[in-house]
């Protein structure tokens, strides 16, 4: 069984800045790729951005320049360091990871935090 646990959400003024973390725990052999999706209401859940093990990352059009994303393997955490939030990033972000457990992979999701820009 694997756990993603997620943190940092919040709410902030337009123009302001947050850091999203998200732990991974539990009978963890490796994780792949880590990732950032966010869902706001009324629409589908989308990629903010990836990062391989490697640390080979991939953006959204719209949070290129503005968020960061970021991993420490040791810890098993990803983050996302998100700057220039716009109204248009409210959301619930979620994590997600491929995670290998004993010789098999799986994809696991966390709970999702909630952000939300207004002023």
């Known amino acids: 069984q694997v756990q993603l646990v997620e943190s940092g959400g919040g709410l902030v003024q337009p123009g302001g800045s947050l850091r999203l973390s998200c732990a991974a725990s539990?009978?963890?052999?490796?994780?792949?790729?880590m990732g950032w999706y966010r869902q706001a209401p009324g629409k589908q859940r989308e990629l903010v951005a990836d990062?391989?093990?490697?640390?080979?990352?991939n953006y959204a059009d719209s949070v290129k320049g503005r968020f960061t994303i970021s991993r420490d393997n040791a810890k098993n955490t990803v983050y996302l360091h998100m700057n220039s939030l716009k109204p248009d990033d409210t959301a619930v972000y979620y994590c997600?990871?491929?995670?290998?457990?004993?010789?098999?992979?799986?994809?696991?999701w966390g709970q999702g935090t909630q952000v939300t820009v207004s002023s």
């Open positions: 990062i391989t093990s490697g640390g080979s990352t």
């Open positions: 997600n990871a491929d995670v290998v457990v004993l010789t098999t992979f799986y994809n696991y």
């Open positions: 539990g009978s963890i052999f490796s994780i792949n790729a």
